[in-house]
C-alpha cells in the first residue's frame, strides 16, 4: 500500500512538473552581464592596469589601518593618489586618460554622497 501511494505522490509531481514546463514560454537563458570597459584598455595595457591599480589598493588598506594621526593619513593619501595617476597616465593614451579622470571624480563623488553627516549633539 505504502508503494502504490509512493508511486502515485510520484507520478503527480511528474506531471505537474510536465505542466507548468509546457506553461512557460520557450526563452533562452538570461545573458550574462559582460563587464563594460570604457577606458578600452588593449589587451597589452590591461595587465599592467591591474597591476597598479591592486598595488595602490593594497597601499591605501595599509594606510587606513597604519597608527599615523589622520592629518598624517590625509598627507599620504594624496602623495599615494597623485603617485597612481601619474604611472597610469604614463600608461594610457590622453583620450583614455580622459575617461580615467572622469571616472576617479564620479568615484569620488559617489563616496562624498554615501557619507553619513555628522550626529549634531545638543
Same mark, same amino acid.
Given at each position: 500500500?505504502?508503494?502504490?501511494?509512493?508511486?502515485?505522490?510520484?507520478?503527480?509531481?511528474?506531471?505537474?512538473?510536465?505542466?507548468?514546463?509546457?506553461?512557460?514560454?520557450?526563452?533562452?537563458?538570461? %545573458?550574462?552581464?559582460?563587464?563594460?570597459?570604457?577606458?578600452?584598455?588593449?589587451?597589452? !595595457? !590591461?595587465?599592467?592596469?591591474?597591476?597598479?591599480?591592486?598595488?595602490?589598493?593594497?597601499?591605501?588598506?595599509?594606510?587606513?589601518?597604519?597608527?599615523?594621526? %589622520?592629518?598624517?593619513?590625509?598627507?599620504?593619501?594624496?602623495? =599615494? =593618489?597623485?603617485?597612481?595617476?601619474?604611472?597610469?597616465?604614463?600608461?594610457?593614451?590622453?583620450?583614455?586618460?580622459?575617461?580615467?579622470?572622469?571616472?576617479?571624480?564620479?568615484?569620488?563623488?559617489?563616496? =562624498?554622497?554615501?557619507?553619513?553627516?555628522?550626529?549634531?549633539?545638543?
Amino acid at each position: 500500500m505504502k508503494n502504490v501511494f509512493f508511486i502515485f505522490m510520484l507520478s503527480t509531481l511528474v506531471s505537474l512538473q510536465t505542466v507548468s514546463a509546457q506553461e512557460k514560454p520557450a526563452t533562452s537563458p538570461a %545573458p550574462v552581464p559582460v563587464l563594460q570597459d570604457p577606458l578600452m584598455l588593449s589587451k597589452e !595595457q !590591461q595587465t599592467p592596469y591591474r597591476e597598479i591599480i591592486k598595488r595602490y589598493a593594497t597601499l591605501m588598506g595599509e594606510l587606513r589601518r597604519s597608527v599615523l594621526t %589622520p592629518e598624517e593619513k590625509k598627507q599620504k593619501k594624496i602623495i =599615494l =593618489l597623485s603617485q597612481r595617476e601619474a604611472e597610469v597616465k604614463s600608461m594610457l593614451s590622453p583620450e583614455q586618460f580622459e575617461i580615467y579622470q572622469k571616472q576617479e571624480a564620479d568615484r569620488q563623488a559617489k563616496q =562624498l554622497n554615501l557619507r553619513k553627516p555628522p550626529v549634531k549633539m545638543q
